[in-house]
DNA sequence: AAGTCGGGGTT
DNA sequence: AACCCAGACTT
């Protein structure tokens, strides 16, 4: 690793990077158009380990539904978790909710320019807190995204895999290091369009990019070895059963999960567990499916127990009471909740 | 330091 | 099928 830059060296990089960004870089993203705080916020967050395509309508939709901060602040969870739905980590739609708050009531609708203040603020961790301040305010911040820790993990041919302590202390040093004191909110805009779009991580376009000359992996073709990849290790398994349990004129019974875990927040189908804490007993199943879906770090199976009650056996489950955390969900009629893409699958599968 | 937390794009 | 993505948070 070769971390012996000065000054000097990281002025003509920078440099080198905004005379790029000026004719090459991305500047018609959603988020940049009439920028705000708020608009930058709210992408950072949906942006965090997640692909700019992807992101774009869930941006849209927020901005249409929720046109600024308080409004967001003002609306209920479950319609911020069903807008939510489908980009994962729902933690962050949780915090993007309580933040929204915060800064409405601490902050008086403004977001701080402090990066310091705006890492205190929930779901803002360092790199989103710098994005924000360089992006919006024009801030010096420096941040080491995905992007970033690959385009410094070249041009320092820096050893490690980024999830690694002192790797990325490393790049996090690189990053402070090459942020020029002006023009911040081009330059973070060019290392992350740089990182996406030219220092790519399979087939790195080494041509086009402005620092391939001071590139220590160009120098000796080992683009490909850097960053290290993660040591990679087998998903488990995890097997649930889950109950579709249906009532005629109502619908069919959800669970609200805990705000921690997974899909934490969101309706989903009660377990053997939870039906035989409602009903005393396991229902008789009519019908039976399999489901397997798979996250990132488990796959889960699951058998899908459909059954139907009568008007008889509802009186456990208090059908005319309104339970925390309990509902009847209509297919036919949905409600708008954050509901887990598998489990909308199954409701809306049964079409006749 | 290691584990948890999603779903999708890319190859 | 493997790998990673504009990471944050908990343990």
Redesign the pocket.
């Known amino acids: 690793m070769d971390l012996s830059v000065t000054p000097n060296d990281a002025d003509q990089v920078a440099a080198a990077i905004l005379s790029w960004y000026d004719q090459h870089g991305?500047k018609s993203?959603p988020?940049?158009q009439n920028r705000t705080a708020y608009k930058v916020w709210l992408?950072?967050v949906m942006?965090?380990?997640?692909?700019?395509?992807?992101?774009i309508p869930y941006f849209e939709n927020f901005i249409t539904r929720f046109p600024d901060v308080q409004t967001l602040a003002a609306a209920g969870i479950d319609e911020v978790l069903h807008l939510w739905?489908?980009?994962?980590?729902?933690?962050?739609a949780r915090?993007l909710h309580k933040c929204a708050q915060v800064v409405t009531d601490k902050y008086k609708g403004e977001f701080p320019e402090d990066p310091e203040l705006l890492?205190a603020?929930?779901?803002?961790?360092?790199?989103?807190?710098a994005?924000i301040a360089a992006q919006a305010y024009n801030k010096r911040a420096a941040i080491l995204?995905?992007?970033v820790?690959?385009f410094l993990a070249r041009l320092h041919c820096v050893p490690g895999?980024p999830?690694?302590?002192?790797t990325l202390k490393a790049l996090w040093r690189l990053a402070e290091h090459y942020t020029p004191q002006q023009r911040c909110q081009a330059y973070t805009?060019a290392v992350?369009?740089i990182?996406?779009l030219v220092c790519?991580?399979?087939?790195p376009k080494c041509d086009q990019c402005p620092a391939e000359r001071w590139c220590a992996a160009r120098l000796t073709a080992s683009q490909h070895d850097f960053?290290h990849?993660?040591p990679?290790?087998t998903n488990p398994v995890r097997q649930s059963t889950l109950y579709m349990l249906y009532v005629p004129n109502s619908g069919y019974l959800l669970l609200q999960r805990p705000p921690?875990?997974?899909?934490?927040g969101l309706w989903s189908l009660p377990d053997a567990k939870e039906i035989k804490n409602l009903l005393g007993q396991l229902p008789e199943t009519e019908e039976k499916q399999h489901l397997e879906?798979k996250?990132?770090?488990?796959t889960l199976q699951a058998e899908i127990h459909l059954c139907t009650l009568n008007t008889q056996q509802n009186k456990p489950l208090s059908l005319n009471i309104r339970e925390q955390g309990q509902r009847w969900y209509n297919p036919e009629q949905p409600d708008n909740i954050g509901l887990?893409?598998?489990i909308h699958k199954l409701l809306h599968a049964l079409r006749t």
């Not at 603020?121 to 807190?129: F, H, K, N, Q, V």
């Not at 999830?163 to 002192?166: E, F, K, L």
């Not at 921690?260 to 934490?264: F, L, R």
């Open positions: 991305r993203l988020w940049q992408s950072e942006l965090q380990q997640t692909q700019v395509n992807t992101v739905t489908g980009l994962g980590y729902y933690a962050r915090n890492e603020l929930p779901g803002i961790g360092r790199s989103t807190a994005a995204d995905g992007n820790k690959r895999w999830g690694q302590g002192n805009q992350m369009d990182g996406a790519t991580r399979r087939n960053p990849s993660k990679k290790k921690t875990g997974i899909w934490g879906h996250f990132s770090h488990f887990p893409g598998p």
